[in-house]
């Protein structure tokens, strides 16, 4: 007998990043084949990289056996590492874990079981980008299937939470579920249970079920011809990068799981034709009227986009500032040539002119602040039962610009010359204040400041916002019949103005930079595409190193000077 | 009070002859050190041997009763000059450390100590931290053996195999008079697995008595005239000693020695991996029938000339499989072959890597090529790993984009006190400018790491402060900064550093970073812990420490997460006209171990109906514009990102998950960075007293009245009932989205 005769133990690894249970994973595993009578051997790697880092766990299965004769050991040699393409079980506690581990070649389409929580914890990459720094999840569950002889997906993580446990113990039931490993559901219950506490065994228990009961959803083997979502699937071991000599067994199942972006996308279009069928069911009364002009004046694809627009201005400020907004966007969609197709230049103007328009001010954050359907949310989230008593604080930290900003112009402007001003705003808020919103006094400043927006059109910053909002707007307008793809992009450029103090700042400057960009890439071919590169640039960090090398690779060096 | 509790696997180490014992590798350990004798136990934590140390502190009852002295030592010097008991008494002592940085630190005693000799068995039990997940400089302990002369053991990975060991090496030490070093390699110390014990054996003599009938014997002291005499002993008698124990005891191992005219010599430590990757080719089973001849060597140093003359004779070519370079015992086995006139060619780092871990593909990749060299016909199997990786049969074969897997470094966990140090300290860099930083070794170093990024340097545990000792100079106009943790500290940090900050009168600020634990080797006590210890002195102040050092400007902060005190801090001390070196001690107790503590200590508040608040922090979804600057000065992990719930906004906004601990830090941040006002805290609380309750009813009135017009206005603009539409659609790239995907599952 040998390894090719099948003499070989059955091999577990399991990637998992620190905290996650993955030793106690892997100790549920060898203890489950001892107690059968397996010889199990299990090894991990201790030291920093379990300090919230990636890190691997491996468990060999040995069967019964009598020994291996005379000259040899008595008990099997097993090995301490994994072995590419000699897997047959991967456990990931998350989905770039498992890309992590078809990258290392520990799962192949011939041997390996992969079991795989959907769940992303972004890494500090994707997590510290200035605009969506996310890799592309479709791609790496589309790799995880492929890459596997047998895909068990599902966010294990979800449901080891919602039975306060840990997900160790929903991966432990995925695994018994996936019949990886010849061992009942009973036999895995007890590697559980005679392990640790008993109270803590319940809750293991529970989302051991959780997890079992998932993963054989998952794995439900189709019945003839079944194809998904309606299109004929045929899948090959070469399409699948398969060993060609092995023959790759594929199990598909009916029951996907709910993408979420599938049903975004699902909800999307119920609420477009919604907004085609009965537009003013969408908004408010007092909109009604509003969104009937959209119906009858605008482009059908953008009309969604533009009834929330106009909730969103008239929430900000009042019906008049809607009216503003949509004779803005009535500038862009007449030069819109798609007007009565796509309409992406209308869409796009309908959906940053209201943002650029319902920028974050005092007044506004204070009115965030202060909804009750926020307090519920926040509620929500703090996990706090309906009768629980709960406080919420607010982190705040005026600069002396965000309250002169919203002062009546003249006020604001002399104030923010006055020194002594300065100093008394320093005194009171360069600590940052702590407001409790569910205080009585908290409660009545927010609101009250919230109640100040009538006062917002007198302010400094609301004329300085219109007129760059204008100006911005004509240099699209204007651009449009030449070039509308370029036109397009530059309404896209107000996605760089975000955040507030000096991450506002620090947009405001690199909007400035991509409006200069755009009137001397004005004329030229691909002007529409170098300015969405030089807009990338401009989200990837926060001293603007990025956008100036992508304006210097294009030769436009010299508009930052 | 260490981060993982041994106390119930201890109490296997009272197991009898005969019974078997399952355990992992560091517990077979500590069985086998009580098995043979043991009079003295010492060492330093650190991976992948802290457990050991928690093991044995765990074991103190135990140790007790069989009178084997047992201490945490100060650093690794301490442990291998603790061996200095068995020099001149018949006493077994055995020290651990991680290598090769803490027999780095341990040589100065090592060297003394082999130069001497000893009477009574002296082990050094090394956890070699090398290959994957090792987080030091990557160089082998065979060095320090060679250079030294001690014996270097390196079974094979298997815990009988593992405790005999312990055992011979004792054995070996006493016949040759030699320290030994126990090599265990880094997946060795959680191997699983059993052996027969034995029973325990208390030391034949003790501590106690030899510290009651001193002895002296001067030829055993490092001094001229003997140490001359000392290396002249180690060749012509502690050598040969060694050699014949080692043949006698046959501690090497041939395997299938005639099976053919190759052949394979190995580490002990890579037999396991040998195995399988003969397995792999056709060449061996599960048992380790190998059809190739091999030598395993479970003493790596001294290597035994005879054996390995043995069993190249008569064959034409044998393999060497070495891990780590330089390749040491490949120049040694050249030498022996070639002295001795033989024939066999020697094979090594030309097949396999010259540098770097021998996993199972460099060891199958290397012996295949051996094997097809001189015996194809050998092999019989061809695993698929063999293959070029652009074959699409390789496991190698692209599969995945490489650009959605992302390295994953290890940092900071949620809610460590060390975050808002660092916050800080970037923020105080805002307005100072930057500085050259030398960084220590501890968790802290995770500062050189995004989203952080400070940190140009670390030479070794401890020696942050010194690493920083020649950038002194009067005419710059801004200092240095050093980074210590209190682990490094206490180890050395105090001397090297402080002491000679103060006598160099050098101008630097030096932040020593005080969690009250040895944080990253596993949550240790250390001179200035804070918890009162039943074994230890413990709650020795730092700032206590560096003053009575000389150092005038020191401070302690006791509250780490006041982000915006500890900056004007780092301003003043960064600025100050004050000569010498400015300390400051940053306190706040690590959070791993905190919450270790308080959670259950929580849990059993509120099942026991007092009341208790329990703070998490959030941020407002709608206030966020999506700029992730709080990730870039933070970094925590429970502070990541979701899809925008706004489906007119495009960009992934901030979000506080689950995991929260409350510890503050994104609050303090948003105050000292001016960032956002969407951070807010909710307190929740448990067992409400009534005035709790009377004030939440007075609070909610009043919030309801004052919210009435607000939401009376709303109604007019948004859709009631059925909002879900315009507000709950999620705009983000389809893809990311799909990372939130919930419950059922995904099957191919």
């Known amino acids: 007998m040998s390894w090719t005769d099948g003499q070989r133990p059955i091999t577990v690894a399991v990637l998992a990043m620190g905290g996650e249970g993955g030793g106690v994973l892997s100790g549920w595993i060898a203890s489950l084949g001892e107690a059968q009578g397996w010889t199990s051997q299990s090894t991990s790697v201790a030291g920093v990289a379990q300090r919230t880092g990636a890190t691997i766990y491996y468990v060999e299965l040995f069967p019964p056996h009598e020994g291996g004769g005379t ?118 219950e007890a590697a559980i249970t005679q392990t640790g506490k008993a109270k803590k065994a319940d809750a293991s228990l529970r989302a051991f079920a959780a997890g079992f009961e998932a993963a054989q959803g998952a794995t439900e083997p189709p019945p003839e011809g079944a194809t998904l979502d309606g299109t004929p699937i045929t899948v090959d071991a070469e399409q699948l990068n398969a060993r060609p000599r092995n023959p790759v067994p594929v199990m598909l199942s009916l029951r996907r799981p709910p993408d979420p972006a599938e049903e975004a996308a699902r909800a999307e279009a119920a609420a477009q034709e919604r907004a085609l069928a009965d537009p003013t069911s969408l908004v408010g009364r007092e909109l009604h009227g509003h969104a009937r002009r959209v119906a009858a004046d605008f482009p059908h694809a953008a009309r969604l986009m533009l009834l929330r627009g106009l909730q969103r201005t008239a929430l900000y400020q009042d019906l008049a500032y809607s009216d503003r907004y949509l004779a803005r966007v009535a500038r862009v969609a007449a030069v819109d040539p798609d007007r009565d197709g796509e309409a992406v230049m209308t869409t796009e103007a309908a959906r940053h002119v209201a943002l650029w328009m319902c920028y974050h001010d005092t007044i506004h954050v204070a009115l965030q602040k202060t909804r009750q359907e926020r307090l519920q949310r926040v509620r929500d989230e703090a996990g706090a039962d309906p009768e629980q008593l709960m406080q919420v604080r607010e982190f705040l930290h005026p600069q002396i610009d965000e309250i002169t900003d919203t002062m009546p112009t003249a006020l604001g402007a002399r104030l923010a010359k006055s020194a002594v001003f300065g100093k008394v705003v320093h005194a009171v808020t360069h600590k940052g204040m702590v407001v409790n919103t569910t205080s009585a006094s908290g409660y009545a400043t927010l609101s009250a400041i919230a109640r100040l927006r009538p006062m917002r059109p007198r302010s400094l910053r609301f004329g300085r916002e219109q007129q760059f909002i204008d100006a911005w707007l004509d240099l699209a307008v204007d651009i449009a019949p030449q070039d509308p793809d370029l036109a397009t992009e530059i309404i896209r450029c107000e996605r760089v103005l975000k955040g507030y103090g000096q991450t506002h700042e620090h947009g405001q400057e690199s909007f400035g930079l991509l409006i200069e960009a755009a009137k001397r890439l004005r004329g030229q071919e691909g002007a529409a595409r170098q300015l969405a590169r030089l807009k990338e640039a401009a989200l990837v960090d926060e001293d603007g190193a990025a956008l100036r090398s992508a304006l210097a690779n294009v030769g436009l060096a010299d508009v930052v000077a | 009070m260490a981060e993982r509790s041994f106390a119930q696997e201890v109490l296997a180490l009272r197991q009898g002859a005969g019974t078997t014992f399952r355990g992992e590798g560091i517990l077979a350990v500590t069985k086998a050190l009580l098995q043979s004798g043991v009079a003295y136990v010492g060492g330093y934590q650190g991976a992948p041997i802290s457990h050991l140390m928690d093991v044995l502190g765990d074991a103190h009852e135990i140790l007790e009763e069989l009178d084997v002295y047992f201490e945490n030592s100060a650093s690794e010097a301490t442990a291998a000059a603790m061996l200095a008991a068995s020099v001149h008494y018949p006493l077994r002592g055995a020290v651990t450390f991680k290598s090769t940085v803490g027999t780095n630190v341990a040589s100065d005693a090592l060297a003394n100590l082999s130069s001497g000799g000893v009477t009574g068995g002296a082990l050094v039990i090394v956890g070699e931290d090398y290959g994957e997940g090792s987080s030091i400089m990557q160089e082998r302990s065979h060095a320090f053996a060679m250079k030294s002369q001690m014996w270097l053991l390196d079974p094979r990975p298997n815990l009988t195999a593992i405790v005999e060991a312990v055992e011979s090496g004792f054995e070996l030490s006493e016949v040759s008079n030699t320290p030994v070093m126990l090599q265990l390699r880094l997946r060795s110390c959680h191997l699983t697995g059993s052996f027969v014990a034995k029973d325990n054996k208390r030391p034949p003599m003790t501590v106690t008595d030899a510290v009651e009938n001193p002895k002296r014997d001067v030829s055993r002291i490092v001094l001229p005239p003997a140490s001359f005499l000392h290396e002249q002993e180690k060749i012509t008698h502690r050598w040969p000693a060694a050699v014949k124990f080692i043949q006698e005891r046959g501690m090497n191992e041939f395997f299938a020695e005639d099976a053919a005219d190759i052949g394979i010599i190995v580490q002990g430590g890579l037999y396991n991996t040998l195995n399988r990757a003969l397995e792999l080719l056709g060449c061996s089973d599960a048992f380790g029938n190998s059809a190739i001849p091999l030598y395993c060597m479970n003493v790596t140093y001294p290597i035994v000339n005879d054996e390995v003359l043995r069993f190249c ?56 090529a051996f094997l097809k060299k001189y015996r194809p016909e050998a092999v019989t199997s061809e695993p698929a790993l063999l293959r070029p990786d652009t074959d699409p049969g390789s496991p190698f074969a692209p599969r995945v984009e490489p650009a959605v897997v992302q390295p994953r470094p290890p940092g900071l966990c949620t809610g460590c006190p060390e975050r808002p140090i660092f916050s800080a300290l970037k923020l105080a860099e805002r307005e100072t400018g930057q500085h050259h930083i030398s960084a220590d070794i501890g968790c802290h170093l995770f500062s050189i790491n995004a989203p952080f990024n400070l940190g140009a340097t670390t030479m070794g545990y401890g020696l942050g402060s010194a690493g920083g000792a020649a950038l002194n100079s009067k005419d710059a106009d801004r200092r240095t900064i050093a980074i210590m943790g209190d682990g490094g500290f206490w180890h050395n940090g105090l001397t090297s550093g402080v002491g000679n900050a103060v006598f160099n009168k050098n101008d630097q600020l030096l932040v020593v970073v005080d969690n009250a634990y040895s944080a990253a080797t596993g949550g240790q006590d250390v001179l200035s812990s804070q918890a009162q210890s039943p074994l230890r002195s413990t709650q020795h102040p730092i700032e206590k420490a560096v003053r009575g050092i000389g150092v005038k400007w020191a401070t302690t902060v006791t509250n780490t997460f006041k982000v915006a005190e500890l900056r004007d801090l780092f301003i003043h001390a960064l600025t100050t006209d004050e000569p010498g070196p400015k300390v400051i001690v940053a306190q706040s107790e690590c959070q791993l171990n905190r919450q270790r503590r308080v959670a259950p200590e929580r849990a059993q508040a509120i099942s026991d109906g007092k009341r208790i608040v329990k703070e998490r922090f959030g941020v407002d979804a709608e206030t966020c514009t999506g700029d992730h600057a709080c990730i870039r000065i933070s970094g ?62 007075v609070r909610n009135g009043w919030i309801s009245m004052l919210s009435k017009g607000i939401e009376r206005r709303a109604a007019g603009i948004e859709v009631s009932g059925d909002p879900g539409d315009l507000t709950v659609l999620d705009p983000a790239p389809a893809a990311a989205r799909a990372a939130h995907s919930s419950h059922a599952g995904v099957s191919a």
């Open chain 1, 71 to 188: 000259d040899a050991r008595q008990e099997p040699v097993l090995s301490m590492m994994p072995t590419p393409g000699e897997v047959d079980v991967v456990i990931a506690s998350e989905l770039m874990e498992a890309g992590r581990a078809v990258q290392r070649g520990f799962v192949t389409p011939d041997r390996t079981t992969l079991i795989a929580s959907t769940n992303r914890v972004y890494s500090i990459t994707e997590r510290s980008t200035l605009g969506d720094g996310r890799v592309d999840s479709q791609a790496l569950i589309t790799a995880a299937g492929a890459a596997s002889r047998h895909f068990v997906g599902a966010d294990f993580m979800a449901l080891a939470l919602a039975a306060k446990s840990v997900i160790s113990a929903s991966l432990f039931g995925a695994l018994a579920a996936s019949g990886a490993l010849p061992f009942s559901r009973e036999e895995f």
């Open chain 2, 313 to 368: 004779e008569g064959k034409r070519a044998v393999l060497l499989l070495e891990e780590g370079q330089p390749d040491y015992i490949e120049q040694s086995l050249n030498a022996i072959l070639r002295r001795a006139g033989a024939t066999a060619a020697l094979h090594g780092k030309d097949l396999l890597p010259v540098a770097g871990e021998y996993t199972p593909t460099a060891v199958t990749r290397g012996v295949a």
């Open chain 2, 636 to 697: 925590c992990p429970s502070l990541t990102i979701k899809p925008n719930p706004d489906p007119m906004r495009i960009d992934p906004v901030a979000t506080v998950t689950d995991s929260c601990v409350g510890c503050g830090v994104c609050g303090a941040n948003a105050h000292a960075a001016s960032l956002c006002p969407s951070f807010y805290r909710t307190d929740v609380v448990f067992n409400p007293t009534r005035r709790d309750k009377a004030l939440a009813k």
